[in-house]
C-alpha cells in the first residue's frame, strides 16, 4: 500500500498503477480529476470517510471483501481485450466490467437544463451522454437496470427546470383565489360569503332574505375559486408549466417527458470485452431529441 497526498495524484512520477486507490476525503481529493487520469479510469476508488460513501466517481465504502473483488477485478483487467483502445466507448465498457457493483447511474445536477447528468459518461465518454446511452443499449453493450426517474421537459428547449403554477382556466390569469360563496336559495344569487354578511348574520344582498339554515336557506356552490382578472368562478384551475429557461407557458399535455435509468453491462458489451466475436451492430438511425426512445427503454420524448 502506498499512501499519497492530492499533490502526488497529479504528479506522473509519482503514479504507477494501483490495484485501487482509497480516499480518506472526496471533498479534498477531486475525484473527477483522479478518475480522468489514463491509468485510473477503470481502477477501483474506494472511499474511506463514513459519511461519504456515495460519491458517483467512486466505488461506496471499503468492501469487506476487498482481497477477493480485487483479485476478480485484476482478472478481468488481464483478459480485457479493449484494454489498450483508448476510445470512450471502449473506456467506459472497460469501467463497468471491472467491479460488479458499477452501473452508469443519473445524479441530480440542478446547474444543467435536464436537471441528472451520467458523471461517469461526464468524465469517459466523449458523445453527449444521452446519445451515446441511447446506442449502447441499441447495440446491447449496456443494459438498462431499472427506473431511476422520470423528468417532465419544456416543448421548446426541453429544460427540466419548471415552474407549475394554477392559472384561470378561461382566460390563463394568474390572479386567481380561492373563495367562500354562497348561493341564495330564494332568489339564485350566487355571491362571495363576505357579501351576505351584515353583523353576525347572512342576509342575501340581493333579495334581502335572511339566511339561517344551510340546505334550507342555501348552499354553497362546489365552485371555489375565482378570478381577479375576467372574474370567472370555476373548481379546477389549469395548471401550467413556465419554463424557468426560455420562459414558454407550457400546457401540461405539451410536456416532454424524458425517463432516467441506471444501466449496466450488455451482452455485446460483455463479448466485446471478452474478446470474443463482435457482436452484430445494428447501426438504427439516432432518433431526433425530441423522440429518442428504443426498445430497451431509454427514452427522451
Ligand atoms: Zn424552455
Ligand atoms: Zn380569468
Ligand atoms: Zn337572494
Not at 96 to 120: G, K, Q
Request: net charge negative; glycine share 6%.
Amino acid at each position: 500500500m502506498t499512501t499519497l497526498d492530492a499533490c502526488d495524484l497529479n504528479d506522473p512520477v509519482s503514479r504507477q498503477a494501483f490495484d485501487a486507490i482509497v480516499v480518506d476525503d472526496p471533498r479534498v481529493t477531486d475525484l473527477a480529476l483522479l478518475r480522468s487520469a489514463p491509468d485510473d479510469q477503470t481502477t477501483p476508488i474506494f472511499l474511506n470517510s463514513q459519511d461519504t460513501k456515495d460519491h458517483p466517481l467512486a466505488d461506496g465504502g471499503l468492501p469487506d471483501d476487498l482481497a477477493t473483488v480485487l483479485t476478480k477485478a485484476r482478472a478481468r483487467q488481464d483478459k480485457n481485450a479493449l484494454l489498450q483502445d483508448q476510445s470512450s466507448e471502449a473506456v467506459v465498457l472497460s469501467w463497468l466490467w471491472h467491479l460488479d457493483t458499477r452501473m452508469i447511474a443519473p445524479v441530480i445536477d440542478l446547474s444543467r437544463p435536464e436537471i441528472y447528468r451520467y458523471p461517469v459518461l461526464d468524465m469517459l465518454g466523449g458523445e453527449a451522454a444521452n446519445t451515446w446511452l441511447v446506442r449502447a443499449c441499441q447495440r446491447e453493450l449496456t443494459i438498462p437496470i431499472s427506473v431511476i426517474d422520470r423528468t417532465r421537459n419544456c416543448a421548446t428547449c426541453a429544460s427540466a427546470h419548471l415552474n407549475y403554477v394554477d392559472r384561470c382556466p378561461y382566460c390563463d390569469a394568474l390572479d386567481i383565489k380561492r373563495e367562500q360563496a354562497i348561493h341564495c336559495f330564494t332568489c339564485g344569487f350566487v355571491g362571495e360569503q363576505g357579501v351576505f354578511r351584515r353583523a353576525e348574520r347572512l342576509i342575501c344582498p340581493k333579495c334581502d332574505t335572511a339566511l339561517k339554515h344551510i340546505g334550507t336557506d342555501y348552499d354553497r356552490p362546489i365552485e371555489r375559486m375565482r378570478c381577479c382578472g375576467c372574474g370567472e368562478r370555476f373548481n379546477d384551475p389549469r395548471i401550467k408549466a413556465t419554463c424557468l429557461e426560455c420562459g414558454t407557458i407550457n400546457a401540461q399535455a405539451d410536456l416532454q417527458t424524458h425517463t432516467f435509468r441506471s444501466y449496466g453491462l450488455g451482452p455485446a458489451g460483455e463479448a466485446l470485452l471478452k474478446g470474443g466475436a463482435a457482436p452484430k451492430i445494428k447501426y438504427a438511425p439516432l432518433a431526433k431529441p425530441s423522440d429518442q426512445s428504443n426498445s430497451c427503454g431509454h427514452s427522451v420524448g
